[in-house]
């Protein structure tokens, strides 16, 4: 295993005594999918050295969430990561009940999974419309975007919110999904195979798209290891670590599915592993239909943390102030920390919850799988060519908001 | 916490205890993770030990994060999450700094990951690593003064503008 670190020490070139040049890459490049700016010292086409640098969405949210009690800090996590909000409800929520000792109802458990499989499907969708488009192929990009928006219209139809759900709240759902939203998801379940298919036909076989990504961007799996890499990145150097499988939460363990993984380690290994999971998802989604029991409490009985049902408030005195204390001043969790991961599109999502005891959290961290993803940008890049690094910033699949949080 | 859990947990506290008994502190159970407590100067090598020995395999350090316990002392605590891959296990260790001086060793030659998480908590919480190779701000601006997550630094930021901003507002009206 090879000890070196991803080199980022500052570029300085001489004047007038190198061949090489620096050149600024963002952070208004439409290809590096936000702002983020790369500092790439080239010789001819090829990169030599390469210094990612952001900040630039750094918006303090972990800062914010110190200031806010334990409900309120979800609609934060919204906003972190943008293509996958529901997930990120998730691994906080998680956290949040691992710290308080709660569990959350079967029938709760298992449409979270079944929305952020969905989910992992936009996501993916996105990621690969916005990866086509910077390599060139613009069809893709409006047909990936068509389906993504029957996904949101299932998230608008359950959630009442297309983009920032929250959804998923500490000790189970904000309500009860509403009725025949599962034919939509039937609806779309019927439709989407076929159109993976058309994605791969347009794709797969293309010389152009191989061209651009086969052996492009190869890292090593001990590489990928220890520079911390998860998610797909990390499946498609031959590593099956999937927290879904290794370490599960919500009840995945009762669902069947495969981790694909590749051992090729390009650009095309993780088009191909990302493709394989949409069609997973699309099985697990399908399990999670026939799980989900038509009647039953979408959240869990603990008075003083869930807030109590809207009927139960008009008729009972106990209700009421649980209500009112719940949005005045919060609950306290027992003093501690907790550290909850799931497998968000991008790789593996934690979320760090420490308690002072305190209706507010002492501490909340996000361990951001696109932040540490992007670590292993020089070591895809430098040798490189320059055009290859739009293709490997793509198939990292960052979204810059999760980077700066 | 699972029986496996509970055993697995043993056998790592068992296996660092007799390598070396004064590498563990403290260890804390809570919710079903484990957390051992490093004495600061042992850090390195513990860490080394658990990515090497054959019964731990820690081969991924997924998370390094820090907590401000202001105003209590140690001020400063440094969680760094491992998981071992091919044992299918968890593991915190942990190292509680001073407020008035915190360093420790980097972990970057270990995990070479640790690189940016590390920049992360020197950015955000002015805690030093000894022998990072690329010690620098990562989120805020290279001449921020001060350390925004830590709990003395109001949520609203500062009203006034330290001067070494002004470049910031110079031109606005």
Known sequence: MSSTPASTTTIETPVGTAKTMVLNMGPQHPSTHGVLRILLELDGETVVKAMPDMGYLHTGIEKSCEDKTYSQAITLTDRIDYLNPLGNNLAYCMAVEKLLGIEVPKRAQYIRVLLVELQRISSHLVWLGTHAIDLGAMSVFLYCFREREEILKIFEFVAGQRMMTSYIRIGGLALDPPTGWLQRVEKFLKMMPSRIDEYEELLTGNRIWIGRTKDVGYISAEDAIALSMTGPTLRAAGVAYDNRKLFPYSSYEEFEFDVPTRTDSDCFARYMVRIAEMRESLKIVRQAMNKIPPEGPVRTNAPGIVPPEREKMKTEMEALIYHFKIFTEGFSPPPGEAFATVESPRGELGVFVASDGSPKPLRVHFRAPSFINLQALPKLIEGRLLADVIACIGTIDIVLGEVDR | ?173
């Open chain 2, 1 to 173: 916490m699972t029986e496996t859990g509970k055993q697995n947990a043993n056998v790592v506290v068992e296996g660092l205890r007799s390598w070396n008994p004064n590498a563990i502190a403290e260890v804390i159970e809570f919710r079903g993770e484990t957390t051992i407590v490093v004495p600061p100067d042992m850090l390195l090598s513990v860490a080394e030990h658990c990515r090497d020995n054959k019964s731990l395999q820690f081969n991924l350090l997924t998370d390094a994060t820090c907590v401000d316990r202001f105003p209590l002392e140690p001020r400063f605590e440094l969680n760094y999450h491992l998981v071992s891959i091919p044992r299918r296990d968890k593991l915190r260790l942990r190292v509680r700094l001073p407020g008035n001086d915190p360093v420790v060793d980097s972990l970057v030659p270990v995990w070479p990951g640790a690189n940016w998480l590390e920049r992360e908590i020197f950015d955000l919480f002015g805690v030093r690593f000894n022998d990072h190779p690329d010690l620098r701000r990562i989120l805020m601006p290279e001449d921020w003064e001060g350390y925004p997550l830590r709990k003395d630094y109001p949520v609203e930021g500062y009203r006034d503008i330290p001067p070494s901003a002004t470049r910031y507002t110079r031109n606005r009206p």
